[in-house]
T-cell receptor, first 116, second 113 residues
Framework: AQTVTQSQPEMSVQEAETVTLSCTYD???????LFWYKQPPSRQMILVIR??????QNATENRFSVNFQKAAKSFSLKISDSQLGDTAMYFC?????????????FGQGTRLTINP | KAGVTQTPRYLIKTRGQQVTLSCSPI?????VSWYQQTPGQGLQFLFE???????NKGNFPGRFSGRQFSNSRSEMNVSTLELGDSALYLC????????????FGPGTRLTVL
């Protein structure tokens, strides 16, 4: 079974700093997808970024970028120029194909606080 | 385009009762997945429906069930509620292909007393 591990339960940085959230996963699959989701205190889960395992190029979305190391099974999220609105729980998630169905496996989350 | 909506947003029930939660996916999305979120267990997959058929099921007891209607709206039902069923229940929708991204609703907060 696939597992996803986020080793940092909580992190705190000052506004405008850069922060990196760690995620490792365990799978024997070769084709899969990785995601970072953000859940602000209002609780709506929002997609931050997505990475296809077959792509060597790291995904980026504005201030958010990932460092995807397939051999090491590592998928970290870097937030540049952090803003107060980035305060949220961040979940790393893994998805594989399963007989055509979808199933996300989540890590335990990292609570990120951006301080003014 | 409207996002995923879930009703009700909050529910309070007592042990032994049953509850039905509703999820309306993004227009055009045919897959609906349900997740349970608790402080202790985190986010756990309940089940996924596509075109009115359950495609995948997580490791939950039979008290947890669901269905999907022809308009892709989905409901999940929990019978004989237990205190441990208190959680945030999240619904996510996607177009339905295995590679598609799931988009989440705001959740239903269920409290069992």
């Amino acid at each position: 079974a696939q597992t996803v591990t986020q080793s940092q339960p909580e992190m705190s940085v000052q506004e405008a700093e850069t922060v990196t959230l760690s995620c490792t996963y365990d799978t024997s699959e070769n084709n899969y997808y990785l995601f970072w989701y953000k859940q602000p205190p209002s609780r709506q889960m929002i997609l931050v970024i997505r990475q296809e395992a077959y792509k060597q190029q790291n995904a980026t979305e504005n201030r958010f970028s990932v460092n995807f190391q397939k051999a090491a099974k590592s998928f970290s999220l870097k937030i540049s120029d952090s803003q107060l609105g980035d305060t949220a729980m961040y979940f790393c998630a893994f998805m594989k194909h399963f007989q055509g169905a979808q199933k996300l496996v989540f890590g335990q989350g990292t609570r990120l606080t951006i301080n003014p | 385009k409207a996002g995923v909506t879930q009703t009700p947003r909050y529910l309070i029930k007592t042990r032994g009762q049953q509850v039905t939660l509703s999820c309306s996916p993004i227009s055009g999305h045919r897959s609906v997945s349900w997740y349970q979120q608790t402080p202790g267990q985190g986010l756990q997959f309940l089940f996924e429906y596509f075109s009115e058929t359950q495609r995948n099921k997580g490791n939950f007891p039979g008290r947890f069930s669901g269905r999907q209607f022809s308009n892709s709206r989905s409901e999940m039902n929990v019978s004989t509620l237990e205190l441990g069923d208190s959680a945030l229940y999240l619904c996510a929708s996607s177009l339905g292909e295995p590679t598609d991204t799931q988009y989440f609703g705001p959740g239903t907060r269920l409290t069992v007393l």
